[in-house]
């Protein structure tokens, strides 16, 4: 039996999209450690990653139709652009565990929003494992967390925009899907269409575009996090196609444990009880939201 057509690809796509996106943190971490913009190291991301899923596209005969560039340029703003804005600039003045917060809501809204547009039925074991993954995720985030003072209020509610937007991003790649370009070409125009506001982003808020220069050995940070961009993108898309905005919504799940595996293993950190059980309930949730066939 071909593997596409085996109830076990969603979850294989699963995998694979979190996995990659997970070694992200990573190279971030390594980028704002060298004195490298934030918004930036984003745009390079999406840059990079855009331009090998294109060269990807054109050689495979999956070249993004220019007649989409209203949904390359929508998808890369409320997927990628906008939620990075909003988490950079919440940040810079509150701390840097608040991305990870941000990150861990867009499974339970996503599925809130498909209620809501009658994309998605009410099936209690998939919103039992939604809950289950986001319930790992706050067993991993909340013990870090430190109390939100009051100046830092508005920064924190302008940060919980971006999860909104991430599921409009869920929503909307689905529903307006063009039928017309197969994934690798839309997750290709995505991410140049992300680079795009970036790049808008980085003239207003930074001052003017970062280059890469020989003089900044991190520079190759960079090239690193547009490659596993590009890695990344390539199952996205084909999880979405085959399996819904609901489903793909959990790859923040993964990308958690991902990071935590990172963590542990190549930079040496220790975890408590807690996280390695809160682990458990976000693979637990995973498996009961799996049960649902796709």
């Not at 999406?46 to 070249?63: D, E, H, K």
């Not at 560039?69 to 600039?89: D, E, K, Q």
């Not at 575009?209 to 390539?234: E, K, T």
């Amino acid at each position: 039996m071909p593997l596409s057509t085996s109830r076990s690809y969603p979850l294989l796509l699963l995998l694979a999209t979190g996995t990659t996106l997970g070694m992200a943190p990573p190279f971030a971490r390594i980028a704002a450690t060298s004195g490298i913009p934030m918004i930036g190291f984003a745009f390079w991301q999406n840059l990079i990653g855009g331009l090998l899923l294109l060269a990807l596209a054109v050689l495979t005969g999956a070249r993004p139709p220019l007649k989409h560039l209203r949904f390359y340029a929508i998808s890369g703003l409320i997927t990628l652009a906008l939620p990075s804005v909003l988490i950079f600039l919440a940040v810079a003045r509150i701390g840097a565990g608040l991305p990870s917060i941000a990150y861990a809501f867009p499974a339970m809204l996503t599925y809130g929003f498909a209620l809501g547009l009658r994309m998605e039925k009410l099936i209690w074991t998939r919103a039992a494992g939604i809950a289950l993954g986001l319930v790992g995720i706050l067993m991993i985030l909340l013990p870090r967390s430190g109390p939100i003072r009051d100046a830092d209020l508005p920064w924190m509610l302008l940060a919980l925009v971006a999860p909104v937007s991430l599921a409009a991003g869920n929503i909307y790649r689905t529903r307006y899907w063009p039928k017309d370009a197969p994934p690798l070409a839309l997750a290709a125009g995505t991410l140049l269409g992300a680079a795009f506001w970036l790049l808008l982003a980085g003239l207003a808020f930074s001052g003017g575009l970062y280059l890469p220069s020989n003089a900044a050995s991190a520079d190759w940070v960079l090239a690193a996090a547009g490659l596993f961009a590009c890695l990344s993108f390539i199952p996205y898309f084909e999880l979405q196609r085959v399996a819904g905005p609901v489903y793909l919504s959990q790859i923040g799940y993964v990308m958690a444990a991902t990071s935590l595996g990172i963590g542990h293993f190549v930079f040496g950190e220790r975890y408590g009880l807690l996280v390695w059980m809160a682990v458990i309930v976000i693979v637990a949730g995973i498996l009961l939201v799996n049960r649902r066939k796709v």
